[in-house]
């Protein structure tokens, strides 16, 4: 009995012995070919590739250049090309309007009925900076209309004051103050661009190049005023400006630009009559009649100066 005993305790022994040795083998098997299995499948259905969650955001497109806009009108190349701004856009939606009117929604609203007017002229090629609610930064505007070779760029905008009583129309051109900043940009852009409306300043030395930019831009500036009074002379009667709704200031759209260009506020946004102005398909149609007027005037009195 007692060897019967010791037989069955060696018995029971050799069997977990042999238990153990099995579970051993499966575990040295199974266990890397699950965590192999769960690796494989992480990998095939992409999760080990992406987060179950995805945060966008947009990058700042400083460094990468717009696309460009369709050039709308006569095909004729030769014909002079109009760059319309459209104000704001995106997630920049600009001033609001006591009802909850955006500027942005204005702008491109009047952009489009002023590209429609100019086109209608047959006269002049037009494109628009942005055709949706799309966001633009101030240099990308700029970029898009030198990239383009315009002749012109016309930012519309619609004012806001505290005081819900300013109404009126005004016309920007850039300030004698932004004349620096702009030779800086000039200066900053000569790796790609080696021509100052048309001066070359390859070869020059510094202060010769400087002479000519200021030139160029005391050009421009007077170019700019000049149309900025022709759309006063053509509003005239036709919609109401602001006092004083000539005026300078340094606007970081037009500073880049080395072609004429104006920004014009159509109205007060903070203003309700004028808001409702804005938005009336009537008045639309004379602002557009009268910078397509104005525009038309100006660049054929452009054609006939020598540059
Ligand atoms: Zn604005």
Redesign the pocket.
Known sequence: MPGAQSTRTGGWGARLRRAAGICAIVAGFVVPAGVLGAWLYWQVTGRGMVPAYVIRFDLPTAQRAPDLPLIEGPADASRPLVVIDA??GGHDP??SGPGGEQ?KVLTLALAQVLRDALIAKGRVRVALTRHDDRYLTLPDRASIARRLHADLFVSV??DAAENPAAIGASVYTLSDRGSSALADAVAARENHVDQVNGVALGGQDDTVSQVLIDLSQARMRARSQALAGLIRREGQGHFRFREDPLQQAAFVVLKSLDLPSVLVEAGYISNREDVRLMQSPQWRADFAQTLARAITIFLATQSETPP
């Open positions: 104000g704001h600009g001033a500027e905008h619609a």
